[in-house]
């Protein structure tokens, strides 16, 4: 005796009936770039169809993606002029709180999801404030100036912070900070556990946030050590975090299935832009069925349990998905 498991493949209908798992358009959070000025949409060569936008082009931007059922976006900012602290992410009249009042604006059924770092803010392309003794990021004091920042972001009226820095205590604090300016409802998705990774590459370019000396190994984890992986995610749950998330997916899902099952929040995964550009550079090579492969990985993200993905192909997997139905 053998089971025979073909007997729930031969059909394509009771494959669909017998599928563990499923990729919605309501899964996605669609990354945007923008920056100063009016009708800017520059290409990033590393990767092909992102673009560094004004705010006049994201609010079409954002026309376009709703059409495809697509309602969450995260927003990143490119300030004219940087500096050690990244003042531009702390002024109501930054770039960053100028883009998210005017979606708002324009588009009050979106939601609009910040990254909370300093990064693309600083001169020297770091996640906070430098410790010169440290040739590094003062953890403590970079929590001082990311409180302010959330409210900058509150203000302008984002509908939930996503703090990527990796600073300890980040959530706590920003929790805080929120609840004591009234903001008790406003969710909080960590950057729960991020890796120094080498996936981060295109995103720099487009971000315009290289670091100018070092690198980000002594604030982001390790790519190796996975118990403490799952220390990370479980420290943001118990400081307050609403969404968890591992970054890059890719290379992580077995970090993604762990988090997943020694947590109880809802999963994200980012799915970088290292990532995008490999999957870019072999379609347009002819290397591999483009779509087919992209849904895959679509796919295998859902499967080691992420709820919600964030990711460059969002916009052409919500086509893929319309034209399946
Ligand atoms: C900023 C930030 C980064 C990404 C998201 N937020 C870059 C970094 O940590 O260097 C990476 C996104 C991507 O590669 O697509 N802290
Ligand atoms: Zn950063």
Redesign the pocket.
């Known amino acids: 005796m053998f089971q025979r498991f073909r007997r729930t493949r031969l059909n394509s209908h009771l494959r669909s009936l017998v599928r563990e798992t499923n990729v919605t358009v309501n899964d996605f959070i669609y ?1 945007l770039f923008v920056r100063s000025g009016e009708g800017i949409k520059t290409e990033v060569a590393s990767m092909p169809g992102v673009y560094q936008m004004s705010i006049d082009e994201v609010l079409k931007e954002c026309d376009e993606i709703k059409k495809l059922g697509l309602y969450s976006i995260i927003l ?1 900012g490119i300030p004219d002029v940087k500096d050690s602290i990244g003042s531009d992410s702390l002024c109501e009249h930054g770039i960053i709180a100028k883009a998210i009042r005017a979606v708002k604006e324009a588009h009050p059924d979106m939601f609009v999801v910040t ?1 909370l ?1 300093f ?2 803010y600083t001169d020297h392309g770091h ?1 906070g404030i430098i410790d010169e003794k440290l040739e590094t990021v003062n953890n403590d004091a970079t929590l001082e100036i990311s409180a302010k920042q959330a409210i900058v972001h509150a203000k302008a009226g984002a509908d939930m912070i996503a703090p ?2 990796m600073m300890d205590g980040i959530i706590s604090t920003l929790r805080d900070a929120l609840d004591s300016a009234g903001y008790e409802n406003l969710p909080i998705m960590s ?1 729960s556990t ?1 890796f120094a990774s080498g ?2 590459g ?3 370019d487009v ?1 315009e ?1 290289t670091p100018s000396f070092g690198d ?1 190994a002594s604030y ?1 984890m390790d790519p190796a050590n996975r118990r403490e992986a799952v220390a990370e995610s479980i420290s943001d749950e118990l400081q307050g975090a609403d969404i968890l998330m591992v ?1 890059p997916a890719l290379a992580y899902l077995d970090i993604v299935r762990e988090i997943k099952d020694n947590t109880s929040l809802p999963m994200a995964v ?1 799915n ?3 990532e995008y550009a490999m999957l870019k550079m072999a379609g347009a090579n002819n290397l591999i069925d483009y779509e087919r492969v992209v849904m895959e990985t679509m796919v295998s993200f859902k499967r080691a349990g992420a709820d919600i993905i964030i990711s460059y192909h969002a916009k052409e997997v919500a086509k893929m998905l319309q034209k399946q139905s």
Do not use: I, L
């Open positions: 990354p990143f990254d770092c990064c693309e996640c990527s820095g950057y991020k996936y981060y295109p995103f720099r971000a946030s980000r982001q970054k980012y970088v832009s290292g």
